[in-house]
């Protein structure tokens, strides 16, 4: 019972890390990955805040999704999301404020990231907490690795440089374009090309597997 | 079971195959490129076999894995490879071309399917692309005809991949011609106001002032390539054309703030541009009026960014804006089919026959379909009705 227990929440984790990753399947939330993926820190700085208002508004939602009322659901929501972000907004500041100042607005827009609403109407407001806490901590962490693939691209290339580690030494030709917005764009893209082509290449081989 | 063979239109049997025509344009680039080399040594020879040499393997290996269209042996990405080290400074890292031709291939021809699909021509894309990337090492030209050029390279070309290219004025002060500044004429004009002499860019030869082939052999290539049909000549024409009009202009009301026409047209790569890159097949209108349009527009943008913005060169943002126009041009100016409207307009529901009237790079050997106009109209109750 509990084995199986444990499977079904392991699969429920491991859903938002690969098969349905935030950010390279379902490409929600691209607001803050375009803008906020310049360097590695700043990308898991963005992830981290995200899944903590993911897990905690996931949680309180699942909790409260017996005494709602249908019709002010989403406003019910938007509160609880904005009070984790507010506590988060506050914690980030208190912690480290060049970090605030390079994320920028975008902390306090986690409120409408739509991975968060959307997986609390879709999945916290339908399941007991631990398996809503689960699958939010699995849909952050992918979130998080999502960003991460992208502001650790953008940093070597952009800045030479891996967590604010020089990894070329002096007299690196910084790729300007891509700190740049268009950047954000062209790593993005060649990530979700990429993933396409994995998916494409295993369908192809499983059709032939079977013929 | 015969073999299927996925080609980009125009489906016309004709003499002239993709193939042909790109290998012409090969051809009449050659001239130009053996007048690059002579102007800057084997820096530019490196230049223009790495850059080409990266767009030929990009082409294979997106062809080999099916996502791209096409093969090697239509010249295609040999022309791109061409075009893009012209535009590059002679001196451009090694390194940098090569990703300048990886991106002008896979970014520019590759995602959107290989040849006749793409949307902007790859050889700007590439550039665009390393302009926005490396914006100094683009910008840094060395003086034409040094001593020495032949064997010895300029010092940026042979950075190190992913490093910074070496500095070249410390280079041309070890040469003593450190009073030879490497600035093109456009930069040199906008920045230091200085006005270039008319026959020194129209012939690149006197001097050692860092241009691109000379205009007037371009413009030759081109007309070989104009006269045997293997490009529009209205393009060109209109881009100039326009261009010149609109810096005429400006000259007129304001002699003492712009420089004349004729700087505007033979400076930069306005000629290079107009002739090679606008006229691109895939990328520009394929109706008459539609390329008029086509060229004014490019020509009017290159004057507007070339005067009012921060860059001293305007020619590929204008050609990748015309080409993004481009579908909205053929749009608005189909040509009037058979059965004109009282007004000259098309008449509704009118067919577009393929005729070489329409098209206007056309096959020599395309057959030209018939008008078939009645002679005598029947009249209204004369007309058969299919139930009668």
Same mark, same amino acid.
Not at chain 2, 24 to 39: A, D, E, R, T
Not at chain 2, 210 to 238: K, Q
Not at chain 2, 347 to 353: D, E, F, I, T, W
């Given at each position: 019972m509990t084995t199986v227990a444990t499977a079904k929440n392991w699969d429920e984790f491991m859903e938002g890390i690969w098969k349905q990753n935030p950010v390279f399947v379902m490409v929600l939330g691209m607001c803050p990955t375009l803008a906020v993926t310049v360097s590695a820190i700043n990308a898991i700085s963005m992830g981290l805040a995200t899944t903590f208002v993911l897990i905690a508004s996931c949680g309180l939602v699942s909790m409260m999704r017996n005494i709602t009322p249908k019709e002010v659901r989403i406003a019910v929501y938007i509160v609880i999301i904005a009070t984790f972000v507010t506590a988060v907004d506050y914690a980030i500041q208190a912690i480290s404020l060049t970090l605030y100042d390079a994320l920028g607005a975008f902390i306090q827009l986690i409120v409408v990231n739509c991975i968060i609403l959307g997986r609390a109407e879709a999945h916290a407001a339908r399941n007991p907490p631990v398996a809503a806490m689960t699958n939010a901590t699995g849909m952050g962490a992918g979130f998080t690795i999502g960003l991460l693939a992208l502001g650790v691209v953008r940093e070597i290339l952009g800045n030479g440089t891996l967590f604010g580690l020089s990894l070329f030494g002096e007299g690196f030709q910084p790729w300007v374009i891509m700190v740049l917005p268009p950047g954000g764009f062209f790593v993005l893209g060649s990530w979700l090309l990429l993933f396409s082509w994995r998916a494409r290449r295993k369908q192809a081989l499983e059709a032939t597997h079977h013929a | 079971m015969g073999t299927v063979e996925i080609r980009p239109a125009p489906h016309i049997r004709g003499e002239r195959t993709v193939e042909k025509i790109m290998l012409n344009v090969v051809y009449s680039l050659l001239p130009v490129c053996l007048f690059y080399i002579y102007q800057y040594g084997i820096s530019a020879l490196a230049s223009m076999t790495v850059v080409t040499g990266a767009c030929l393997l990009t082409e294979r290996w997106l062809v080999k894995t099916g996502t791209q269209s096409g093969t090697l042996a239509d010249y295609s990405a040999t022309i791109t490879g061409i075009l893009l080290a012209l535009t590059l400074p002679p001196g451009f890292p090694l390194w940098m071309g090569a990703v300048a031709g990886f991106v002008a291939i896979a970014l520019g021809k590759g995602l959107f399917g290989g040849l006749g699909f793409n949307v902007f021509n =790859?050889?700007?894309?590439?550039?665009?692309?390393?302009?926005?990337?490396? =914006?100094?090492? %683009?910008?840094?030209?060395?003086? !034409?005809f040094l001593p020495g050029r032949f064997f010895?390279? %300029?010092? !940026?070309s042979l950075a190190w991949p992913l490093m910074m290219p070496a500095d070249a004025t410390i280079w041309l002060k070890e040469k003593h011609l450190d009073a030879l500044a490497g600035a093109t004429p456009l930069a040199k004009w906008k920045f230091e106001g200085v006005l270039a002499g008319a026959e020194e860019l129209i012939t690149s030869l006197s001097g050692h002032m860092a241009v691109g082939p000379s205009p007037l052999l371009i413009l030759a290539c081109g007309a070989y390539l104009a006269f045997r049909r293997y490009l529009d000549w209205r393009v060109p024409t209109a881009i100039l054309?326009?261009?010149g009009a609109v810096a005429w202009l400006l000259y007129f009301f304001g002699p003492g703030h712009y420089p004349n026409p004729f700087f505007m047209l033979f400076s930069g790569?306005? %000629?290079?541009?107009?002739? @090679?890159?606008?006229?691109?097949m895939a990328t520009s209108p394929v109706t008459p009026r539609g390329m008029w349009l086509y060229g004014g527009l490019i020509g009017l943008l290159t004057v507007v960014i070339? @005067? @009012?913005s921060g860059l001293p060169e305007g020619v590929m943002y204008a050609i990748l804006i015309g080409n993004a126009a481009t579908p909205l041009i053929e749009r608005i100016t189909q040509p009037a089919p058979f059965g004109k409207g009282v007004f000259g307009g098309a008449r509704k529901g009118a067919s577009y026959p393929l005729h070489p009237g329409y098209i206007s790079r056309e096959e020599a050997g395309a057959v030209t379909p018939k008008k078939r106009i009645l002679k005598n109209k029947p009249k209204a109750d004369e007309r058969r009705t299919p139930n009668s």
């Amino acid at each position: 019972m509990t084995t199986v227990a444990t499977a079904k929440n392991w699969d429920e984790f491991m859903e938002g890390i690969w098969k349905q990753n935030p950010v390279f399947v379902m490409v929600l939330g691209m607001c803050p990955t375009l803008a906020v993926t310049v360097s590695a820190i700043n990308a898991i700085s963005m992830g981290l805040a995200t899944t903590f208002v993911l897990i905690a508004s996931c949680g309180l939602v699942s909790m409260m999704r017996n005494i709602t009322p249908k019709e002010v659901r989403i406003a019910v929501y938007i509160v609880i999301i904005a009070t984790f972000v507010t506590a988060v907004d506050y914690a980030i500041q208190a912690i480290s404020l060049t970090l605030y100042d390079a994320l920028g607005a975008f902390i306090q827009l986690i409120v409408v990231n739509c991975i968060i609403l959307g997986r609390a109407e879709a999945h916290a407001a339908r399941n007991p907490p631990v398996a809503a806490m689960t699958n939010a901590t699995g849909m952050g962490a992918g979130f998080t690795i999502g960003l991460l693939a992208l502001g650790v691209v953008r940093e070597i290339l952009g800045n030479g440089t891996l967590f604010g580690l020089s990894l070329f030494g002096e007299g690196f030709q910084p790729w300007v374009i891509m700190v740049l917005p268009p950047g954000g764009f062209f790593v993005l893209g060649s990530w979700l090309l990429l993933f396409s082509w994995r998916a494409r290449r295993k369908q192809a081989l499983e059709a032939t597997h079977h013929a | 079971m015969g073999t299927v063979e996925i080609r980009p239109a125009p489906h016309i049997r004709g003499e002239r195959t993709v193939e042909k025509i790109m290998l012409n344009v090969v051809y009449s680039l050659l001239p130009v490129c053996l007048f690059y080399i002579y102007q800057y040594g084997i820096s530019a020879l490196a230049s223009m076999t790495v850059v080409t040499g990266a767009c030929l393997l990009t082409e294979r290996w997106l062809v080999k894995t099916g996502t791209q269209s096409g093969t090697l042996a239509d010249y295609s990405a040999t022309i791109t490879g061409i075009l893009l080290a012209l535009t590059l400074p002679p001196g451009f890292p090694l390194w940098m071309g090569a990703v300048a031709g990886f991106v002008a291939i896979a970014l520019g021809k590759g995602l959107f399917g290989g040849l006749g699909f793409n949307v902007f021509n =790859p050889a700007l894309v590439g550039r665009a692309f390393v302009q926005a990337a490396f =914006p100094t090492a %683009i910008a840094t030209y060395t003086p !034409s005809f040094l001593p020495g050029r032949f064997f010895e390279f %300029i010092p !940026s070309s042979l950075a190190w991949p992913l490093m910074m290219p070496a500095d070249a004025t410390i280079w041309l002060k070890e040469k003593h011609l450190d009073a030879l500044a490497g600035a093109t004429p456009l930069a040199k004009w906008k920045f230091e106001g200085v006005l270039a002499g008319a026959e020194e860019l129209i012939t690149s030869l006197s001097g050692h002032m860092a241009v691109g082939p000379s205009p007037l052999l371009i413009l030759a290539c081109g007309a070989y390539l104009a006269f045997r049909r293997y490009l529009d000549w209205r393009v060109p024409t209109a881009i100039l054309g326009g261009a010149g009009a609109v810096a005429w202009l400006l000259y007129f009301f304001g002699p003492g703030h712009y420089p004349n026409p004729f700087f505007m047209l033979f400076s930069g790569g306005l %000629i290079l541009g107009a002739v @090679y890159m606008a006229t691109d097949m895939a990328t520009s209108p394929v109706t008459p009026r539609g390329m008029w349009l086509y060229g004014g527009l490019i020509g009017l943008l290159t004057v507007v960014i070339r @005067y @009012y913005s921060g860059l001293p060169e305007g020619v590929m943002y204008a050609i990748l804006i015309g080409n993004a126009a481009t579908p909205l041009i053929e749009r608005i100016t189909q040509p009037a089919p058979f059965g004109k409207g009282v007004f000259g307009g098309a008449r509704k529901g009118a067919s577009y026959p393929l005729h070489p009237g329409y098209i206007s790079r056309e096959e020599a050997g395309a057959v030209t379909p018939k008008k078939r106009i009645l002679k005598n109209k029947p009249k209204a109750d004369e007309r058969r009705t299919p139930n009668s």
